[in-house]
């Protein structure tokens, strides 16, 4: 079967050709030294479907949510197109189309804005104003985006999310290099990529130390961490009587953000929107570090990249060694053994909060909460050594406790003050954070916690329905079930061969593990 039209609108067991699964190695698998990351917890009571069925279960979710040009997270709760989520699905993708992914980054990418911004929503046309909130005539992008270039053809929002991009662009390259090659993927998307990157880098360093900042919570996609908390206690929110939350009529209102955190968050929105989405003027901006590890690891994509089209990439991992000292330097806290959000506007940063139990770091612009976001660096494979050995040890500590009290990676702390097992970012895990994770583990040597981690992920998203998130002590299903990037991430795990560690010398943490995939 033609693999650029393995999917369609329906899909059936027959209908699917998938690759075989990896042969198990014949060579004992050399010992590992021991992990700070505990053996994993037993099994629950379903022992989770086997592959070939969680791969056509998978392939569903995606077939169900493609829309004939990109996919939606969930079809009902998200019924646009969101821009980390495609491109973590376009990354699940490639392994079932190749042609179907470079699409969805190719539609992504057509609603750039051309001051370089790559909206975090592309709203589609045929889906009620009412079907979601807020909908494009609260963003209004043509109009009050028409200083930054926003694009008259198609309706987005005027914020950015997390830029995975590049990356999903090299995998998606590498799943297919000949189609690749010949509908010149790469040669049209570069362009856009590196203008998405100067962006970042010239207009979203607000603090002034080369790091990006985030002008929204919503920005950095973990939108209700208690991260945001101290910086957002600044804002005003707008009245409840001026917006209508379409959330709540989707999931339960005990699993989402407050009325308070969501009337912030409409206020930070209004406000970049009556300014023509000019940056550097809002109450919100925040170096965060799972945010900038992504376009660290975007830029060493980049590199490669440009290397395929011919061009030197050199000043793109000079940019990428830059990035990660300013990392390092800037949002690094030893106390805490992990990175901390640093408050750019407020220079307090955090003296309100604390909730997490951490003593307040010396530097009082840091926040001292510990959230996902600061352990997802650890998939930079130019990190120092003692660095990534204190993620790994956090990791299995008290405070997030993988392979000892959780499956999967939680969102927050579990010891703070506002752990929530199931609210929206403040407790609950992530399938995408723990994949990150999951190449982290394997970037720095520790194969042994990355397929406990693996294992824990494909159970876990098979039993729960390929959920949004899920508690992280029971994997309880929360939010929407069939969710995009929990069902593209899941084909990615199984479509790569576990036994397989990234040299931490490579010049990306995703490039030797998929060597196995290539093609052409």
């Given at each position: ?27 004992p ?25 969680l ?39 490639r ?55 926003a694009?008259?053809?198609v ?51 607000l ?9 929204h ?63 550097g ?40 060694e ?9 949002l ?63 990791l ?53 916690a ?23 002590y ?47």
């Amino acid at each position: 079967m033609d693999r650029t039209a393995q999917l369609t609108s329906r899909v059936t067991d027959r209908e699917i050709a998938y690759d075989p699964p990896p042969a198990a190695s014949s060579a004992p698998a050399a010992p590992s030294a021991p992990s700070a990351v505990s053996a994993p917890l037993p099994p629950p009571h379903s022992p989770g479907p086997p592959a070939e069925s969680l791969r056509v279960a998978a392939a569903r979710v995606l077939a169900a949510n493609w829309t004939g040009a990109s996919t939606v997270p969930s079809r009902n709760l998200y019924p646009h197109q969101w821009s980390w989520d495609s491109a973590f699905v376009a990354i699940g993708l490639r392994h079932l189309s190749p042609l179907r992914a470079q699409t969805e980054l190719e539609t992504l990418l057509a609603a750039q804005w051309a001051d370089g911004r790559v909206p975090h929503i592309v709203f589609n046309p045929s889906v009620p104003l009412d079907a979601y909130f807020p909908s494009p005539d609260f963003w209004r992008s043509s109009t009050a985006g028409r200083a930054a270039g926003a694009p008259r053809t198609v309706q987005t929002s005027g914020i950015v999310q997390p830029p995975v991009h590049a990356l999903a662009v090299w995998l998606v390259h590498r799943a297919d290099p000949g189609l690749s090659r010949a509908r010149g993927f790469l040669a049209r998307l570069y362009p856009r990529l590196a203008a998405w990157h100067r962006y970042l880098l010239h207009r979203r360093d607000l603090g002034g130390g080369g790091l990006v900042s985030v002008v929204h919570p919503w920005e950095q996609g973990m939108d209700n961490s208690p991260c945001w908390d101290p910086p957002l206690a600044r804002v005003t929110p707008a009245p409840a009587r001026s917006f209508r939350r379409a959330d709540l009529g989707h999931s339960a209102p005990e699993d989402r953000p407050t009325d308070l955190d969501y009337g912030r968050y409409v206020r930070l929105a209004a406000d970049y929107r009556d300014a023509g989405y000019a940056d550097g003027g809002g109450e919100f901006a925040v170096e965060d570090p799972a945010f900038n590890a992504l376009l660290i690891a975007s830029e060493q994509a980049l590199a490669r990249i440009a290397g395929e089209l011919g061009a030197p990439g050199t000043a793109r991992h000079a940019r990428a060694e830059r990035l990660t000292a300013a990392l390092v330097e800037r949002l690094w806290d030893p106390e805490s053994g992990m990175f901390l959000c640093r408050d750019v506007m407020g220079g307090s940063g955090g003296a309100g909060g604390g909730g997490s139990g951490n003593r307040e770091p010396r530097d009082r612009a840091l926040i001292p909460e510990r959230g996902v976001s600061g352990l997802v660096p650890l998939l930079l494979p130019g990190l120092p050594r003692e660095v990534a050995a204190a993620l790994v040890r956090t990791l299995g500590g008290p405070h997030f406790g993988l392979g000892d009290r959780t499956r999967l990676v939680p969102s927050y702390d579990l010891l703070g003050e506002a752990f929530d097992p199931h609210r929206y970012w403040r407790g609950p895990a992530w399938f995408n954070t723990s994949w990150l994770i999951e190449r982290g583990l394997r970037v720095h040597g520790e194969p042994a916690a990355a397929d406990a981690l693996r294992e824990a992920f494909l159970r876990t998203a098979g039993d729960s329905g390929f959920a949004e998130y899920v508690d992280p002590y029971t994997g309880e299903a929360c939010g929407a079930l069939g969710f995009g990037w929990t069902a593209a991430l899941a084909l990615d795990l199984l479509h790569r061969r576990p036994e397989h560690t990234v040299s931490s010398t490579g010049t990306t943490a995703f490039d030797r593990s998929d060597e196995g995939r290539d093609r052409g």
